[in-house]
């Protein structure tokens, strides 16, 4: 089922780093930056086996340490709670490797 607009504004205040956007029904954009591309594949390394699992995939492309992603669902025409499920998931992986290259090296 495709959210409405209300319900969009009020999820997307828990995910401040994706836009919205109304082409294509509706769908939500976010630019990644990691450490370098190791750490950017890893990232959609992670991400595919957990979409596979869901059979929700993003529309990702990627250069060097930047991963660029859109979420929308091809079926509803439209951004539904996957994509949102999504992107909170892709949010938190993203977090925890960004916390690996920031811890010391004992």
């Known amino acids: 089922m495709n959210l409405t607009s209300t319900e969009i504004s009020t999820l997307l205040q828990a995910l401040p780093d994706w836009r919205h956007e109304t082409e294509r029904g509706g769908l939500i954009a976010r630019e990644f930056k990691f450490h370098d591309f190791a750490q950017a594949f890893g990232f ?10 869901r059979n929700h995939h993003p529309e990702w492309f990627n250069v060097y340490n930047r ?12 951004l539904t709670m996957k994509d949102i499920e999504l992107a909170r998931t892709m949010d938190r992986v993203a977090a925890a490797l960004a916390q690996q290259v920031e811890e010391p090296t004992p």
């Open 44 to 53: 959609m390394a992670q991400v595919a086996v957990i979409a596979e699992s």
């Open 67 to 78: 991963v660029q992603v859109t979420l929308t669902t091809h079926d509803a025409g439209g």
